[in-house]
T-cell receptor
Framework: DTEVTQTPKHLVMGMTNKKSLKCEQHMGHRAMYWYKQKAKKPPELMFVYSYEKLSINESVPSRFSPECPNSSLLNLHLHALQPEDSALYLC?????????????FGPGTRLLVL | SQQGEEDPQALSIQEGENATMNCSYKTSINNLQWYRQNSGRGLVHLILIRSNEREKHSGRLRVTLDTSKKSSSLLITASRAADTASYFCATRGPNFGNEKLTFGTGTRLTIIP
């Protein structure tokens, strides 16, 4: 199984809503990532979890709150978002083992903030 | 800050022709990777080249790396309609345990049947 799954595929939320994005992988990868991607732009790193601990936070606003409950699951909790936060949110995982180097991406959650 | 710049930004070619896209980066790297993204979907890893390698092949893909010029190129031979996608280079920094992958600006490739 070389798949990263993300739910939901699409999400529309108001600026006062609270919602969560979910990412799951069963490849035994110990690094998991959240990226934000605007249309026609490259992915921008938001957070990295390594062995279930937050290792990188790219100065992301606190209205985005990541959580890694276990080695297979990664959540992104959303609260009081702004319309400019509308984007494709991508999750990825990577095996941490010597020189092994491949990031596997999920299909993304397309978020629209009204 | 953006690590990689890719050119061209967009490329349209006839099916069967070869497509070449270039990536430049600014700082030392451990490796450089190429990813493909079909419209609005997740990225797919294509190929990785390490900083001590100069050329690598995988199927119809050929990647070169020139660390003295801090640049890489991706060649897709005998293009097919299914190759239509955006292509991104991504670099990983040289330090051990560096978990950050920084993406270039991307090239949008269109294959005309």
């Amino acid at each position: 199984d070389t798949e990263v799954t993300q739910t939901p595929k699409h999400l529309v939320m108001g600026m006062t809503n609270k919602k969560s994005l979910k990412c799951e992988q069963h490849m035994g990868h110990r690094a998991m990532y959240w990226y934000k991607q605007k249309a026609k732009k490259p992915p921008e790193l938001m957070f990295v979890y390594s062995y279930e601990k937050l290792s990188i936070n790219e100065s992301v606003p606190s209205r985005f709150s990541p959580e890694c409950p276990n080695s297979s699951l990664l959540n992104l909790h959303l609260h009081a978002l702004q319309p400019e936060d509308s984007a494709l949110y991508l999750c990825a995982s990577r095996l941490l083992q010597g020189q092994k180097e491949t990031q596997y991406f999920g299909p993304g959650t397309r978020l629209l903030v009204l | 800050s953006q690590q990689g710049e890719e050119d061209p930004q967009a490329l349209s070619i006839q099916e069967g022709e070869n497509a070449t896209m270039n990536c430049s980066y600014k700082t030392s790297i451990n490796n450089l990777q190429w990813y493909r993204q079909n419209s609005g979907r997740g990225l797919v890893h294509l190929i990785l080249i390490r900083s001590n390698e100069r050329e690598k092949h995988s199927g119809r893909l050929r990647v070169t790396l020139d660390t003295s010029k801090k640049s890489s190129s991706l060649l897709i031979t005998a293009s097919r309609a299914a190759d239509t996608a955006s292509y991104f280079c991504a670099t990983r920094g040289p330090n051990f345990g560096n978990e950050k992958l920084t993406f270039g600006t991307g090239t949008r490739l269109t294959i005309i049947p």
